[in-house]
C-alpha cells in the first residue's frame, strides 16, 4: 500500500470517531430544568389566580418555553461550530438590531416603564436575553482572531470594550442597568482569559467605574434601591418591601424548610415569586439544607463549564474553549447576582435564576446556550479520540511520526495536546509533542 493510499485510510478512520456530549453537564443541566419546573410550579399557582388566568398558567406556559428552548439547544447541538464561526460578524449586527428594534413604535413593547421587549404577537421576547449569547459567540470569534494583539495593542483591547459600552448605552436607554453591568463583566472577563493585560483592564475600569455610578445615582429609583438594600427594615412596607419579604421568606425556611408547597410568603406577600425571587421561595419550602444543594449545583456547572473550557484550549480549539468560558462567566455570574439579591447580599435587580425562574426568553437563550456548550463537550471529546486513535497508531508503527501522518486538515493535526500556563492574564499554549 503506497503512503498516499494509507494517509487517505487513516484520515477515512478518524472521520469516522464520534464524539459524546458531556454527560456532567447535560445532567446539571437536566436536574436544573426539572428543579425549575417544580419551582415555577409551587411558586406561581397563587399569582396566576391572581390574574384570573387559571392556576397552572404560569407552569404551562414555562414548560412550553423549556420545551421550545430544548428544541433550539438540540439543533445547536447537531451543529458544528466552525459553522457557527464562519458566520460570526452577522452576530454583532444582530445585537445591534435586537436592541434597536425595542425603540420602534409598534416593535417595542414597555412594562413597568422598561422598553425591554420585542413584541411577537403571540408573546413578547426581551431581547438583552439574546444578546447575551450573540454577544458571547462574536466575542469568542474576536479574542480568537487577534490572541496575539490583544495585550499587546490597545486599539485591539479597546474595540471589544467599545462594542460592550455601545450595547451597553442602548441597554440603558431601555433601560436595563442589570443586564449592561452583566454584559461588561462578561466582556471583561472574556478578554482578559483571551490575554488582556490585567493593568490595562484595571485603567479602563477606572474610568468607566464613575460613570457607572453617576447613570446608577441619576435615578431616583436606583437610588431608593441602593438605600434599601443598605437597611431594607427602614421602610419595610415601600422601598424595601420586596426584600424584607424576601428575607423573611429565606427565615421561615430554617434547616429544612415547609416543605413543597408550603410556602406563606408566595400568597401575594413576595412580589416576581416566580421569577427574580423564586430562590427566596425556594429557601422557605427547602430551607437552609436546600439553598445549599442549588448553590452547589450552580458552582459544579460552573465549574464543569470551566474545564471544558479550558480543555478545549489545551487542544487548541480556540473558538470552542472561548465560547465555553463566556457561557460560563455568563451563567455564574446572573446566578450569583440573582441568588445575592436574595438574600439581600446584593442591590435589587431584575436579573433571573438560570433555568430555575419563569420567563420564557431567558429558559429559550439560556437552553440554546447549553445546547452551545454541549456541542463544545462533543467536538472537544470527539477530537481527544481521534489524538487517542493517532497515538496508538504511533505506538504500533514508529515511522513515521504522528503528526507526518496525519492529513493537516484533521483535528487531531490541526489540535495537538498542549499544556497552559497563566501569565499575567494570559492562557498561554506551550506546544508538547504526541508520545
Excluded at 96 to 125: C, D, E, M, Y
Excluded at 251 to 266: A, H, P, T
Aim: proline share 4%; charged share 15%; with cysteine.
Amino acid at each position: 500500500m503506497s503512503l498516499l493510499e494509507e494517509r487517505a485510510g487513516q484520515a477515512t478512520k478518524l472521520e469516522q470517531i464520534t464524539g459524546r456530549y458531556d454527560p456532567v453537564l447535560l445532567g446539571l443541566a437536566l436536574l436544573m430544568a426539572g428543579f425549575g419546573v417544580v419551582m415555577v410550579g409551587s411558586s406561581s399557582i397563587a399569582i396566576a389566580e391572581g390574574h384570573n388566568v387559571g392556576p397552572f398558567h404560569y407552569l404551562i406556559r414555562h414548560v412550553l418555553f423549556l420545551t421550545l428552548g430544548g428544541a433550539l439547544a438540540f439543533a445547536l447541538m447537531r451543529t458544528e461550530l466552525k459553522l457557527i464561526e464562519r458566520h460570526n460578524h452577522l452576530l454583532l449586527f444582530g445585537c445591534i438590531a435586537l436592541l434597536g428594534l425595542v425603540f420602534f413604535p409598534g416593535i417595542g413593547h414597555t412594562v413597568n416603564g422598561a422598553q425591554r421587549w420585542i413584541n411577537l404577537g403571540v408573546s413578547k421576547f426581551q431581547a438583552v436575553e439574546a444578546v447575551k449569547l450573540l454577544l458571547i459567540i462574536w466575542l469568542a470569534s474576536y479574542v480568537v482572531r487577534y490572541r496575539d494583539d490583544i495585550g499587546e495593542k490597545w486599539s485591539t483591547l479597546l474595540k471589544p470594550l467599545g462594542v460592550a459600552g455601545f450595547l451597553v448605552a442602548l441597554l440603558l436607554l431601555q433601560p436595563d442597568f442589570g443586564s449592561a453591568a452583566l454584559i461588561l463583566a462578561i466582556t471583561g472577563g472574556m478578554v482578559w482569559l483571551g490575554g488582556a493585560r490585567i493593568g490595562h483592564l484595571l485603567l479602563i475600569g477606572a474610568g468607566v467605574l464613575p460613570l457607572l455610578v453617576g447613570v446608577a445615582v441619576a435615578a431616583p429609583y436606583r437610588v431608593a434601591r441602593l438605600k434599601s438594600f443598605l437597611n431594607p427594615w427602614e421602610d419595610p412596607f415601600n422601598d424595601g418591601f420586596q426584600l424584607t419579604q424576601a428575607l423573611i421568606a429565606i427565615g421561615r425556611g430554617e434547616w429544612f424548610g415547609v416543605g413543597l408547597g408550603g410556602s406563606v410568603q408566595k400568597l401575594f406577600y413576595l412580589p416576581e415569586a416566580h421569577t427574580d425571587f423564586i430562590f427566596s421561595v425556594s429557601a422557605e419550602e427547602l430551607g437552609f439544607v436546600g439553598s445549599v444543594a442549588i448553590i452547589a449545583v450552580f458552582a459544579i456547572f460552573s465549574w464543569r463549564t470551566f474545564s471544558i473550557g479550558l480543555r478545549a484550549v489545551e487542544m487548541r480549539r480556540y473558538f470552542a474553549g472561548f465560547c465555553a468560558f463566556g457561557v460560563g462567566l455568563w451563567i455564574s455570574l446572573q446566578s450569583f447576582v440573582s441568588i445575592g439579591v436574595n438574600l439581600g447580599l446584593l442591590p435589587t435587580k431584575g436579573l433571573t435564576l438560570p433555568l430555575i425562574s419563569s420567563g420564557g426568553s431567558s429558559v429559550l437563550v439560556t437552553c440554546m446556550a447549553i445546547g452551545l456548550l454541549l456541542r463544545v463537550s462533543y467536538e472537544l471529546d470527539r477530537a481527544e479520540r481521534q489524538v487517542a486513535r493517532l497515538r496508538g497508531g504511533a505506538s504500533d508503527d514508529p515511522s513515521p511520526s504522528v503528526n507526518e501522518r496525519e492529513p493537516a486538515n484533521s483535528p487531531a493535526a490541526v489540535a495537538p495536546p498542549v499544556g497552559v500556563r497563566g501569565g499575567r492574564g494570559r492562557i498561554e499554549p506551550k506546544i508538547g509533542a504526541v508520545a
